[in-house]
């Protein structure tokens, strides 16, 4: 099944700095690839996706690459702002019907300092 | 719109109970999923349901997870008996079509001591 490695597992940035978290995966079927944000108590909201015919999509501050050759995509969170701080997930699953059946990485915890 | 609601929020019960934990997904989504995530671990898929029926049960650790929806409207998952290692985080997840994206609800925590 796929497999999907997340890095780093902690980040630390000043406020102003970029943050950016990388993921692998290993199946190449996969094809839509969503992040997520969770702050404390609450469940993880998706903040950011991608699908597979699509190289780079921006959304303000954020922006999401994906290299299929590679098989890899990451996050950038440009300007990092503290209320930025939380925990964030990749993804990826096969797309198509099968949205729902998202295989997650282990998470980055990313700090903010004011 | 209110979002994927869970309750309760925190469960602490002894090895050897059950559990029933429940989920209302966003109104009118007929998809809804559980997944979890135990202690140090990934969010793991969990099971899909389409309105009332079982889609996908794929994830399901094992037999002492019942997953139902009657109705198609609201969800439960009991757990029983209850075992150390099925301590961890239970999110449900609701969407309007399968390949529309996942709104999660803020998870229940459950800790088997």
Redo the contacts between chains.
Sequence with gaps: GENVEQHPSTLSVQEGDSAVIKCTYSDSASNYFPWYKQELGKGPQLIIDIRSNVGEKKDQRIAVTLNKTAKHFSLHITETQPEDSAVYFCAASMGGGSNYKLTFGKGTLLTVNP | EAG?T?FPSHSVIEKGQTVTLRCDPISGHD?L?W?RRVMG?????LL?FVKESKQ?ESGMPNNRFLAERTGGTYSTLKVQPAELEDSGVY?C?S?QR??????????TRLTVT
Aim: without cysteine; neutral net charge; charged residues 15%.
């Design positions: 994927v869970q998809n999923y997944y671990k990934e969010i793991k898929f899909h996908d999110f997840a969407s399968t390949n529309s994206p996942l709104h999660f609800g803020n998870g």
